[in-house]
């Protein structure tokens, strides 16, 4: 019997990790909404996946569909006048001096997670999930799981609420998250994210690797056939 009053929020991309995470929520909870963010990123890519992939996992389950609720799109454009990376204009990605790669975005993860306790808050939703991880991260300290704890007393104090915030990737690596999918949703569940998830930083949609679309030279898109090729025991071939 799930908790009634357990009603979560999802921080939900369009990517690979926030599909996981949007999945596992759909198995733990009884009603579940999810929030997204527009904010300049270099492609739409992601954001278009958002709708396919929501009926995808309606598809999917008849017990998904009826605890799937609303999904909320939610501008938050300042975040582009803010700062200039590699996420939001169109530079080349690599290492800054401090080791963290030009795709950082400062706060990012704090904003989205903020936004999405205020609209919980309203919703009256408890449960607030993202797809932070610390495995396998590229080192952005607001993925960190310190950061997120330490956010969550934030919220509650300032908002006098009892939200609990869950990251149920913060210590899987890209193959388990693979193998999470697969034990939530098994071969459908991994298809659906292997062919509609985005997670290249070009934007590249052209052809279909085992693993999804993408690149296959990005950071994202090397972590993510990394993973995949681990989870399905083929190791990749280069
Ligand atoms: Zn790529």
Redesign the pocket.
């Known amino acids: 019997m799930l908790p009634p009053h357990h009603h979560a929020l999802v921080l939900f991309s369009g990517g690979q990790d926030s599909t996981t995470c949007l999945a596992w929520a759909l198995s733990c909870y009884a009603h579940v909404e999810t929030i997204g963010f527009d904010y300049g990123q270099r492609h739409r890519v992601e954001l278009d996946a958002r709708p396919v992939i929501l009926s995808g996992l309606r598809a999917l389950s008849a017990e998904w569909d009826k605890r799937l609720g609303e999904d909320h799109l939610i501008d938050l454009s300042l975040l582009a006048s803010l700062s200039e990376t590699a996420m939001t204009s169109d530079m080349a990605i690599r290492l800054m001096e401090n080791g963290l790669p030009n795709t950082f975005v400062p706060g990012r993860n704090l904003l989205f997670m903020t936004v999405a306790a205020a609209l919980a808050y309203r919703r009256n939703l408890n449960i607030l999930i993202g797809g932070m991880c610390e495995t396998d991260s590229s080192g952005y300290p607001d993925c960190r799981d310190d950061a997120m704890k330490a956010l969550q007393l934030t919220l509650n104090l300032g908002m006098a609420s009892s939200f609990r915030v869950e990251t149920p990737l913060m210590w899987r690596d890209k193959a388990q998250t693979w193998q999470l999918a697969h034990e939530l949703g098994g071969k459908p569940l991994v298809d659906l994210i292997r062919q509609e998830t985005h997670?290249?930083?070009?934007g590249?949609r052209g052809s279909l690797h085992d693993w999804g679309y993408?690149?296959?030279?990005?950071p994202?898109?090397r972590l993510r056939e990394n993973g995949y090729a681990r989870f399905s025991g083929n190791p990749p071939a280069r």
């Open positions: 997670t290249c930083y070009l590249e993408g690149c296959g030279d990005c994202a898109c």
